[in-house]
Nanobody
Framework: QVQLVESGGGLVQAGGSLRLSCAAS????????MGWFRQAPGKEREFVTH????????NYADAVKGRYTISRDNAKNTVYLQMTSLTPEDTAMYYC????????????????WGQGTQVTVSS
């Protein structure tokens, strides 16, 4: 069974940075598109970013473009999310997910999900 475990969340002041990690128990990790999504209280889960199998292609939601960077290390079965210039609007539970579909953006195309890690940005 696929298991994704996120870490690195926490409380940070506005303007600060955090780095999230997601460790995957996938034997074929390098064949999955990996994505990050987030869900704020009272809101739907939304796409944040994703990365292709080898890491050569990335896409970002407009709200995080230029501030967030996704990367992956296939040797470690881990995907990362570097977040900078954080604002209170970035406060949410952040989820890591894996998809067999190349560069999927729709939640339903992601087969496996982590339990989430909370990011809270204070003003």
């Amino acid at each position: 069974q696929v298991q994704l475990v996120e870490s690195g969340g926490g409380l940070v002041q506005a303007g600060g940075s955090l780095r999230l990690s997601c460790a995957a128990s996938l034997r074929t990790f390098s064949t999955y598109t990996m994505g990050w999504f987030r869900q704020a209280p009272g809101k739907e889960r939304e796409f944040v970013t994703h990365i292709s199998y080898t890491g050569g292609i990335t896409n970002y939601a407009d709200a995080v473009k230029g501030r967030y960077t996704i990367s992956r290390d296939n040797a470690k079965n881990t995907v990362y999310l570097q977040m900078t210039s954080l604002t209170p609007e970035d406060t949410a539970m952040y989820y890591c997910a894996a998809s067999r579909q190349f560069m999927a953006t729709i939640l339903s195309k992601y087969d496996s999900w982590g339990q989430g890690t909370q990011v809270t940005v204070s003003s």
